[in-house]
């Protein structure tokens, strides 16, 4: 079968590829290509927005092209078919409900960083009333 004939990765298809390490290592995986509103990867739906979807789209089963991402040298594309999964009706939802959470830990993480500098910058915060403080003093005789 020649170079045309064969198929490519687009939206929509199901796509098999080997992911090759900087060790000629490969790992295999397999997803089908969606739209980014769709995207769903713990159920195997990659958005087509990802650098691996960008990398690889257009290509052709059998190609190999550069992927660099972290230990990840390159690409093999070993087979490409029509999509074979539906995206879930409140995939949108859950990714929000994610990035949602995501960004609650990060804030909070945030909040004890600040905490944490307060007390090493400008000394320890006093929570105990100074028992030597007028002010404290008068409100404790009361």
């Known amino acids: 079968m020649g170079e045309t004939q064969r198929a490519r990765v687009g939206l929509g298809c199901h796509v098999e590829v080997e992911l ?45 092209v550069p992927y660099v ?7 093999r594309i070993v087979a490409v078919r029509a999509g074979e999964m539906e995206a879930a009706p409140d995939a949108a939802a859950r990714r929000q409900a994610v990035l949602d959470e995501a960004r609650r830990k990060a804030e909070q993480t945030n909040a004890e960083m600040f905490a944490a500098s307060f007390s090493g910058k400008w000394g320890d915060y006093q929570i105990d009333p100074d028992p030597d403080d007028d002010s404290t003093a008068a409100g404790r005789a009361e």
Not at 27 to 38: G, I, N, Q, S, T
Not at 69 to 75: A, E, N, P
């Open 20 to 64: 090759i390490d900087d060790q000629g290592q490969a790992e295999r995986m397999a997803f089908d290509l969606v739209p980014a509103h769709a995207a769903d990867f713990d159920r195997g739906l990659l958005a087509e927005t990802t650098p691996l979807a960008k990398a690889i789209r257009g290509k052709p089963a059998g190609a190999v």
């Open 69 to 75: 991402q972290g230990d990840i040298r390159r690409v």
